[in-house]
């Protein structure tokens, strides 16, 4: 089962992707997690991508779609993965259908998790990422159950640079410019799925599934 979660910046496509990837153990795969273990180990990726990335741009097609294509190649996805924050645009949508076609497979299913913009920068100010593994909080929708420290390994909470509204905003701006038009892409597919982001967490993903099956 080959999944891509669609949708703003801060619509819970990484919650969901969690979620999905433990249900039907599948790989999760998300280029922001990528890049951000990158910048941590400060490799010449990690230092190239956050120059974009602290100011809300897209990551250059030619960085991004490299590495996503040697993580799918891995022996770990052969028999699927969910896709979370990659295609984020119509070339590199292209490169990944080419991808997989010269393999005799494609997509299945593209989850659009919609999320109004006035629900965004709410969703991003409140997000808390754990800086060890990565585990994704609210402090008021979803919050650990101590203030500041993840309930799977302990370690502290923060804000990530790139969630402060200013950026948040530009964020917005080039979803919409750059990686709305994919919904369009893979409805022409027959794949799109839409589901309404808005609903508690555990709603949400009750709908995917149902999706899924
Ligand atoms: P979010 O989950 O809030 O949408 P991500 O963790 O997916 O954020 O991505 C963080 C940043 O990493 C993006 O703002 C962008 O700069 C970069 N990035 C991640 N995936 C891609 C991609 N497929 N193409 C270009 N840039 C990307
Ligand atoms: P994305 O990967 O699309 O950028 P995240 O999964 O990181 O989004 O979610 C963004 C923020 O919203 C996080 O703080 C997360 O805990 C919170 N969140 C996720 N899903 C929901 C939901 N259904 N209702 C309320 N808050 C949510
Ligand atoms: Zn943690």
Do not use: W
Request: hydrophobic share 35%.
């Amino acid at each position: 089962m080959k999944i891509i979660m669609l949708g703003a910046p801060g619509a819970g496509k990484g919650t969901q992707a969690k979620m999905i990837a433990e249900k039907y153990s599948i790989p999760h795969v998300s280029t922001g997690d990528i890049f951000r273990a990158n910048i941590k180990g400060q490799t010449h990726l990690g230092m190239e991508a956050k120059k974009y990335m602290d100011e809300g741009k897209l990551v250059p097609d030619e960085l991004t779609v490299k590495i996503l294509l040697d993580r799918v190649a891995n022996e770990d996805c052969k028999d699927g993965y969910v896709l979370d924050g990659f295609p984020r645009t119509i070339p590199q949508a292209e490169v990944l259908t080419e991808a997989l076609e010269k393999m005799g497979d494609k997509i299945d299913y593209a989850i659009d998790v919609a999320v109004p913009d006035e629900n965004i920068v709410n969703r991003m100010s409140g997000r808390r990422a754990c800086v060890n593994c990565g585990a994704t909080y609210h402090i008021v929708h979803i919050p650990p159950k101590t203030e500041n420290i993840c309930d799977k390994c302990g370690s502290e909470l923060i804000l990530r640079d790139d969630d402060k509204p200013e950026t948040v905003l530009n964020r917005l701006k080039i979803y919409h410019e750059q990686t709305q038009p994919l919904i369009d892409y893979y409805t022409e597919k027959g794949v799109l799925k839409t589901v309404d982001g808005t609903k508690d967490m555990k709603d949400v993903f009750a709908d995917i599934v149902s999706i899924l099956g």
